[in-house]
């Protein structure tokens, strides 16, 4: 099936990048479990070296450009593998405007590793209507939602006012997945994932992935994923092919816990704040109480296992200021609002009835 049919993006999800294998018939994309490539003549092969070109990769790809809305897809071994060779097509003294509030990984890899090679870094408030870009920003980053505070950002004006200045327009999308939106049909000009996240689903993965329809893009892309090598391999290409095929019919459900278990949270006298964007299967919290309370809370559950990632089938839970946002230094963490009892779920796919008993459960604990 061609990637660009236009089709729903369940029926993609399942047949975009792939076809029977002539061989056998298979009806998986096999893991082509290779190096390298018989050619019937020097340098005159599409297949040559599996760092440049493996089926497996190639479909997965494939599949996940389609269900983007993107004319090229490029795999990696790690989302912060993408963002890095991302990141890499731009020159000492380029500016990059980011959003404030962003993985911790991402905000690492920004301030400690980039910036020491002359990119040049604001972060600001993405999802306020004021924003400006100001000229000579070669590149706008945005989450949307964004974690761990699962702000939202309206991506179309925030994509006007980059083209406008001449800057590049990346969305990390791995939160809302292209279930819920695909930056790329109202301007975005590149979009990541963590693939290890709701594309895989079934955290037995690590991977990203770059979509884009620009071609000179993707073209400085692919000599990167080429010539860095941050590729994955064939059999990760192959799991995280396997849990796309189920992505739509996950997201339901990630997203009727998470919509269910947010209602509950704000009926709670002993929490602060819920914060749900109202899709996907992300809810961040408040805790009335001290660190230790919060400490108390997520040690306590049995359901929701205590783990930094998320999107997996199964439901986790975290402390991001002393896990996955522990790169951000304290004093930005209090000015975003990422506060020491912010708990942060990834609403899995149990029964709903199972999740909050193992939820009251923690409330009790962190009582005391």
């Known amino acids: 099936m061609s990637k660009d049919l236009k089709t729903g993006i369940s029926t993609r999800a399942i ?31 599409a297949w040559e070296y ?21 004319k090229h897809g490029l795999c990696f071994s790690s989302g912060m593998a993408a963002i890095d060779t991302l990141l890499r097509t731009l020159n000492p003294g380029d500016r990059v405007l980011c959003g404030d509030d962003v993985y911790g990984g991402t905000y690492r890899l920004f301030t400690k590793v980039l910036a020491r090679f002359g ?33 939202t950002t309206d991506l179309a004006a925030v994509a006007a ?26 301007g975005a000009t590149a979009v990541v994932h963590s693939t290890t996240k709701y594309l895989n ?6 991977g990203g992935v770059i979509v884009t329809s ?9 000599f990167l994923q080429n010539g860095v090598g941050a ?18 019919v996950r997201m339901e459900r990630h997203t009727a816990n998470a919509t269910a278990i947010a209602a509950w949270l704000r009926a709670r006298d002993d929490v602060a704040t819920v914060r749900y964007p109202g899709f996907s299967g992300m809810v961040s919290f408040d805790l009335q109480g001290d660190l230790d309370a919060a400490v108390r809370f997520v040690k306590a ?16 839970i975290e402390l991001p200021a002393i896990m996955t946002h522990a790169s951000v230094p304290p004093d930005i963490r209090a000015q975003l609002g990422i506060a020491d009892g912010l708990i942060r779920l990834s609403c899995g796919i149990e029964d709903l009835a199972d999740l909050k008993a193992d939820l009251e459960i923690a409330f009790t604990a962190a009582a005391g």
């Open 301 to 316: 559950t049995r359901v929701f296992t205590l783990a930094e990632s998320l999107g997996g089938v199964e439901s986790l």
């Open 231 to 248: 590729v994955p391999g064939p059999w990760d290409s192959f799991l995280t092919l396997r849990g796309l095929k189920t992505l739509a």
């Open 15 to 45: 047949h975009a990048g792939q076809s029977a294998e002539p061989v056998t018939g298979a009806v998986m994309t096999p893991v082509f479990q290779t190096s390298t490539y018989a050619q019937p003549h020097p340098g005159a092969w």
């Open 50 to 70: 599996s760092r440049t070109h493996n089926p497996t990769r190639t479909a997965v790809q494939d599949c996940i450009a389609s269900l983007e809305g993107g």
């Open 214 to 222: 620009d071609d000179a893009l993707a073209e400085q892309l692919a």
């Open 201 to 206: 689903g079934h955290s037995d993965v690590i």
């Open 119 to 151: 990119l040049l870094f604001d972060f600001v408030e993405m999802s306020s209507p004021d924003l400006v870009v100001p000229a000579g920003t070669a590149l706008v980053w945005c989450e949307s939602p964004t974690n761990p505070l699962l702000k």
């Open 161 to 186: 006012k980059a083209r406008a200045v001449g800057a590049r327009f990346v969305v990390d999308n791995t939160f809302s997945t292209p279930v819920y939106q695909r930056p790329l049909e109202i």
